[in-house]
């Protein structure tokens, strides 16, 4: 049964037994609307996992009183858990911690904003459309720590500035330094990653022993990140492309004239085509 694709930030993987693995991966608008046949249509195969959202996983198919996480055969009914210790109960104080990471966000953000209006001379409203953050989702937090292996996870919370150039964002970054303790600091200008991309990344704490990633981007180098991470994350990056059109970006955020009359040239369309290209 297809369903439409949502944001992969939702979802985690769930491993089956050999008698019930789903083939391929799917992702479901609404899993309160698909009955258990619905279910049955896609079991079978031989595919070890399935992509499923929070909501998917503390369901219980098959109606035994174990959610679909514990359940060893959530398509059947039976005792048989996954774990001694049930997995729901990690699944549901992680998304406690996202909670409270959500409002964390919020004071963190508003913190922020204020540092880089009054740098700015500006409002805090004014800083709105150069300001943003978020707080990393539950299923993300679980996917992060079991692929990558971090015990620790130091982007939980996390804000960005988008600026114009290189000296705009050493210019918050400095100020951001006179307000939090830095643990950890990037700076992708001067430390080159083999795809080219630019910015600089802060880890830091605040008073409150808060500890969230800082991302300072421009705003050319941040459309084309953009569009190439959604890229990425399918499988369908062009890696040389990419490379090339963050070199663009950068010399017209520097003024270049040439760069600056390319890339401004640049349609949304033409930047994901270009990416597209092999």
């Known amino acids: ?44 195969g031989n595919a070890k996992a399935l992509v499923l959202n929070k909501e998917f996983l503390l369901g219980d198919f098959d109606k035994d009183g174990l959610l679909n996480i514990d359940d060893k055969l959530p398509f059947k ?37 204020k540092i880089v209006a009054e740098l700015k001379g500006q409002s805090i409203n004014e800083t709105r459309n150069s300001i943003d953050g978020r707080a990393k989702s539950p299923i993300s937090l679980l996917n992060k720590s079991v692929n990558i292996g971090i015990v620790e996870l130091t982007d939980k919370i996390g804000a960005r500035y988008i600026g114009k150039n290189y000296d705009d964002l050493s210019q918050v970054r400095g100020e951001v330094l ?52 959604e890229l990425y994350k399918t499988g369908r ?18 003024g270049e004239p040439y760069a600056l009359k390319t890339y401004n040239k640049l349609t949304d369309k033409k930047i994901k085509e270009l990416l597209l290209n092999k």
């Open 1 to 44: 049964m297809t369903k439409e694709i949502r944001t992969i930030n939702e979802y985690t993987r769930f491993r089956f037994n050999k008698k019930e693995t789903v083939r391929g991966h799917f992702k479901f608008v609404n899993t309160k609307t698909l009955s258990l046949k619905d279910h049955e249509r896609i079991k079978g």
């Open 77 to 113: 009914k039976s005792n048989e858990t996954v774990e001694e210790t049930k997995l729901s109960d990690s699944l549901f104080k992680v998304d406690k911690e996202f909670m409270n990471n959500q409002n964390k966000t919020n004071k963190i953000l508003k913190d922020f904003r």
């Open 178 to 229: 006179k307000h939090y303790t830095l643990i950890e600091q990037r700076d992708y200008y001067h430390d080159l990653r083999p795809d080219g991309y630019k910015g600089i990344h802060l880890i830091v704490k605040d008073r409150k022993n808060n500890v969230f990633e800082i991302q300072l981007n421009s705003e050319r180098i941040r459309r084309i990140s953009e569009f190439n991470h």
């Open 237 to 254: 990056q062009n890696a040389s492309q990419f490379t090339r059109l963050i070199k663009l970006a950068e010399r017209a955020d520097n």
